[in-house]
């Protein structure tokens, strides 16, 4: 079946370091992804997303690189900053890109 | 702008009771999606609804259902509560039926006791 799953639970980097999370897919026929960014207490946050026939897409701080000959994305967090502390789950879509496969996220821990 | 709005934020309910969960969604939003978080794991899709008409369902039992109103905004409803239902409960909107962003709510925490 389906399946979005990430590499590792927690991740701690400095103030400043720049972050790389990763997600593997399982569904060849994934054509979108989609990066959420989930604080405490609150619904997940569209971050950046990219298609399937982009290999990189870059945002305010953020780039998101896709490898779909491993069925692998990551996203990449340039000088992280405190605020960047939260879960971030990747996303897929599966018969629609409102019907999204999350996986179990990974936590970022940014430390002074 | 307003975004997702759901209602409650909180609430507790015991085993064997029912619970309505109400999501409201972006002016201009079609279609509402509900998903469950339990804690620690990421959101699982629900339900969708566009223009009003389930378009999608996901691998939840027959107390789950939901519904959408003409203002489009959404109703989950949960019958018979189990102790593992007990979760955040998201909405995501969206202006169509797919191929566009979602937008999530803030969720209501569900506790079941």
């Known amino acids: 079946g389906e399946s979005v799953g990430l590499h590792l639970p927690t991740l701690s980097v400095q103030e400043g370091d720049n972050s790389i999370i990763n997600c593997a897919y399982s569904?060849?026929?994934?054509?979108?992804f989609i990066w959420y960014k989930q604080e405490s207490g609150k619904g997940p946050q569209f971050i950046i997303d990219?298609?399937?026939?982009?290999d990189k897409r870059q945002g305010q701080r953020v780039t998101v690189l896709l490898n779909k000959t491993v069925k692998h994305l990551s996203l990449q967090i340039a000088a992280t900053q405190p605020g960047d502390s939260a879960v971030y789950f990747c996303?897929?879509?599966?018969?629609?890109?409102?019907?999204?496969?999350f996986g179990a996220g990974t936590r970022l821990a940014v430390h002074p | 702008d307003a975004g997702v709005t759901q209602s409650p934020t909180h609430l507790i309910k015991t085993r064997g009771q029912q619970v309505t969960l109400r999501c409201s969604p972006i002016?201009?939003?079609?279609?509402v999606s509900w998903y469950q978080q339990v804690l620690g794991q990421g959101p699982q899709f629900i339900f969708q609804?566009?223009?009003?008409?389930?378009?999608g369902r996901g691998n939840f039992p027959d107390r789950f259902s939901a519904r959408q109103f003409p203002n489009y905004s959404s109703e989950l409803n949960v019958n018979a509560l189990l102790l593992g239902d007990s979760a955040l409960y998201l909405c995501?909107?969206?202006f169509g039926q797919g191929g566009t962003e979602a937008f999530f709510g803030q969720g209501t925490r569900l506790t079941v006791v």
């Open positions: 995501a909107s969206s």
């Open positions: 996303a897929g879509p599966t018969g629609g890109y409102n019907k999204l496969i």
């Open positions: 569904n060849s026929a994934s054509d979108y």
């Open positions: 990219i298609r399937s026939n982009m």
């Open positions: 609804y566009y223009e009003k008409e389930e378009r």
């Open positions: 002016s201009g939003h079609k279609s």
